[in-house]
């Protein structure tokens, strides 16, 4: 049907401008994230202390995007290291052409570690490679712990699951078991993290997982 077909046009064409972007982040051996959530889950917090923890060691780079404003960009931007916004004016995930418009404003040469934090939206940026190396999806406590089963396709594509805001764990009804059985039915292979962006609490095994990745980037031939 027409309307099928186009949609497969327009991830062709996506998948092949996303590959151009690969190539780019590969000929540098930039390490390059796509982090996906709901609004809110604290994907930029994460990257705010992401960032703190790990500038003097790793050099980082990123581009935030979102429906509107550029309040994720200035939070980081008072760290001193590159970012965009990239405002999609509507459209609910970023694609491969707006990550490739502003690659430019990048010296990838001078980056170890760049991070896209996509719109927050647990369905459309599962279907848009945008070149990354690897996919880590954020749930949050408050949310629910039905996501995994509800989302299954962002899932699915990821390597990683970000399980933050811990430090609320006593005052729901989140069942962290279900959560990890959830997810890796859907995807065996994922790496699994429970995290508080707020206390602090398991973010260091986010950070070791991350320095690992960076260190492979940097040893390929
Ligand atoms: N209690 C608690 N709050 C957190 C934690 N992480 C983030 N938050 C709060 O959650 C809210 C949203 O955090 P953001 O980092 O802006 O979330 P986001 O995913 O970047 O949001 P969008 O970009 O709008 O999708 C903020 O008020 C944060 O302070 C956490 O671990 N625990
Ligand atoms: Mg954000």
Redesign the pocket.
């Known amino acids: 049907m027409a309307k099928v077909k186009v949609f497969t046009n327009i991830l062709k064409a996506n998948d092949s401008i996303a590959q151009k972007n690969r190539d780019i982040f590969n000929k540098n051996k930039v390490y390059t994230i796509n982090l996906m959530?709901?609004?809110?889950?604290?994907?930029?917090?994460?990257l705010?202390r992401t960032i703190d923890s790990l500038k003097n060691e790793l050099k980082i780079a990123v581009i935030e995007g979102?429906l509107q404003t550029t309040n994720?960009a200035e939070r980081i931007e008072k760290y001193n290291i590159p970012v965009t916004q990239i405002n999609t004016d509507g459209a609910c995930h970023l694609d491969a052409n707006m990550v490739d418009g502003v690659l430019g404003n990048y010296n990838f040469k001078e980056t170890d570690l760049f991070v896209i934090?996509n719109?927050?939206n647990l369905v459309c940026p599962a279907g848009f490679d945008l070149g990354e190396d690897d996919r880590v999806v954020?749930v949050?406590i408050p949310e629910g712990d039905d996501k995994p089963i509800k989302y299954p396709v962002m899932f699915r594509k990821a390597s990683v699951v970000l399980i933050?805001?811990?430090?609320?764990l006593a005052y729901t009804n989140f069942n962290m078991d279900k959560v990890k059985k959830d997810a890796l039915n859907i995807n065996p292979n994922l790496e699994i993290f429970e995290?508080?962006?707020?206390?602090g609490e398991g973010l260091d095994n986010w950070f070791d997982w991350l320095r690992e990745q960076v260190r492979k980037k940097r040893d390929e031939k």
């Open positions: 959530s709901s609004p809110g889950s604290g994907k930029t917090s994460l705010e979102d994720d934090e719109v927050g954020m949050s933050n805001k811990i430090d609320l995290i508080s962006c707020q206390t």
